[in-house]
């Protein structure tokens, strides 16, 4: 068991709002400056294949400036894995990904697509690159997983963070058995999607997932709050709910 657990600051949804008007400004980069002064031990950032938020440039801007880890999310797809194999960020989170949805909207599915993943993680793994794939909390998927010699699970909160303010109880449920399958089976274990300052803390009990990648709640308290103090807000409340748990 373990104390310790991360928090990887997702900083997508700055960039959407420098987007909305075309500007420069406000800079992910800058954010994800701001969120490692207060306590994020990674920065997080999708670049989708639409560059709807993150642009190429931002990443390699992050890249350079950063001092924590950067975590790409990005779809299985050859240009975008030889786009991280070039720039070698430590992490890279393999998501589904489609054009009309609004985020990411369900788990990778692993266990129906092995030859492609398994290349991917090849790939990337090469590189030097950890690689964790988003999937959700499902047994099978947390086997195909594994099977494809991925590193890292990130599971998929969604459905529990729809559940109402405190989160779904059955989902929960779900989540912390899928933790513990893929914990035994030697994986390393990560979470996140729709947490927030109301549902993080039964996910940050679960010991054992040791990341909790978050973004959009953080960013929209920071509109009221400031980056700096919402970030420091949401590790606070993580690194609390491991004490109350007791690991």
Same mark, same amino acid.
């Given at each position: 068991m373990t104390m310790?657990?991360?928090?990887?600051?997702?900083?997508?949804?700055?960039?959407t709002? @420098?987007?909305a008007?075309?500007e420069?400004y406000p800079?992910?980069v800058?954010?994800?400056?701001v969120?490692?002064?207060?306590?994020?031990d990674?920065?997080t950032?999708?670049?989708?294949?639409?560059?709807?938020?993150?642009?190429p440039d931002?990443v390699?801007?992050?890249?350079?400036?950063t #001092?924590?880890? !950067?975590?790409?999310?990005?779809?299985?797809t050859?240009e975008?894995?030889?786009?991280? !194999?070039?720039l070698r960020?430590?992490?890279?989170c393999l998501?589904?990904?489609?054009?009309?949805?609004l +985020? +990411?909207?369900?788990?990778?599915?692993?266990?129906?697509?092995?030859?492609?993943?398994?290349?991917a993680?090849?790939?990337?793994s090469?590189?030097?690159?950890?690689?964790?794939?988003?999937i959700?909390?499902?047994?099978? #998927?947390i086997?195909?997983?594994?099977?494809v010699?991925?590193?890292?699970?990130e599971?998929?909160?969604?459905?529990?963070?729809?559940?109402?303010?405190?989160?779904?109880p059955?989902?929960?449920t779900?989540?912390?058995?899928?933790?513990?399958?893929a914990?035994s089976v030697?994986l390393?274990v990560?979470?996140g999607?729709?947490?927030?300052?109301?549902?993080?803390h039964?996910?940050?009990a679960i010991?054992q997932?040791?990341?909790?990648?978050?973004?959009?709640?953080?960013i929209a @308290?920071?509109?009221?709050?400031?980056?700096g103090?919402?970030?420091?807000?949401m590790k606070?409340l993580? !690194?609390?709910?491991?004490m109350v748990?007791?690991?």
């Open positions: 310790q657990i991360d928090l990887g600051v997702n900083v997508d949804h700055v960039a709002l @420098r987007q008007r075309g420069r800079d992910p800058a954010a994800a400056l969120a490692e002064r207060h306590g994020a990674s920065i950032m999708h670049l989708r294949e639409d560059c709807r938020h993150i642009q931002d390699e801007r992050m890249q350079a400036s #001092q924590t880890r !950067v975590n790409l999310e990005m779809a299985v050859d975008m894995i030889a786009f991280a !194999v070039a960020p430590a992490d890279v998501v589904p990904e489609r054009r009309e949805e +985020t +990411t909207e369900g788990g990778l599915d692993v266990a129906g697509q092995k030859a492609r993943i398994v290349d993680v090849l790939a990337l090469d590189a030097g690159i950890r690689v964790s794939l988003f959700d909390p499902d047994k099978r #998927q086997d195909a997983a594994k099977a010699a991925a590193p890292v699970v599971l998929h909160t969604g459905a529990f963070a729809h559940g109402g303010v405190a989160g779904d059955q989902e929960l779900r989540i912390t058995n899928a933790a513990e399958h914990a030697g390393r990560h979470a999607h729709g947490l927030h300052y109301h549902n993080v039964p996910i940050a010991h997932i040791v990341e909790l990648n978050i973004g959009h709640s953080i @308290r920071s509109v009221f709050d400031g980056m103090a919402s970030v420091a807000e606070r993580m !690194v609390q709910a491991r748990a007791g690991h």
